[in-house]
């Protein structure tokens, strides 16, 4: 299973670490990913990357704010998010996927049950 922890609430322009700890997989061997969805609208893929192929996706509205890395050692992965504006408000899900090639591929496969595992999702408010 995967459990997200790190949300909360934060001022515009501050900064969050999500994390995304794995337990009872071996994360190294997956495709990770964060996705999110703000209310009243589609889940959308905020950043991914897969170790097939050393590709790193990330939304345009992310570039350069948000940066997803992963700790092998911890079996987790992390989303940093900088800059962070009212527009990034949403639930944010972690996802591994053992089979998708590229972070790109990943981030496109937005449904519930598209990747072997996801999080439970958690919370992130920004507001001032």
């Known amino acids: 299973q995967l459990v997200e922890s790190g949300g909360g609430l934060v001022q515009p322009g501050g900064s969050l670490r999500l994390s995304c700890a794995a337990s009872g997989f071996t994360l190294e061997d997956y495709a990770i990913g964060w996705f999110r969805q703000a209310p009243g609208k589609e889940r959308e893929g905020v950043s991914c990357?897969?170790?097939?192929?050393?590709?790193?996706y990330y939304a345009n509205s992310v570039k350069g704010r948000f940066t997803i890395s992963r700790d092998n050692a911890k079996n987790t992965h992390y989303l940093q998010m900088n800059s962070l504006k009212p527009e990034d408000t949403a639930i944010y899900y972690c996802a591994a996927d053992s089979v998708v090639l590229t972070g790109k591929g990943m981030c496109s496969m937005i449904i519930q049950g598209s990747h072997d595992y996801w999080g439970q999702g958690i919370q992130v408010i920004v507001s001032s």
């Open positions: 990357h897969s170790g097939k192929d050393g590709s790193t």
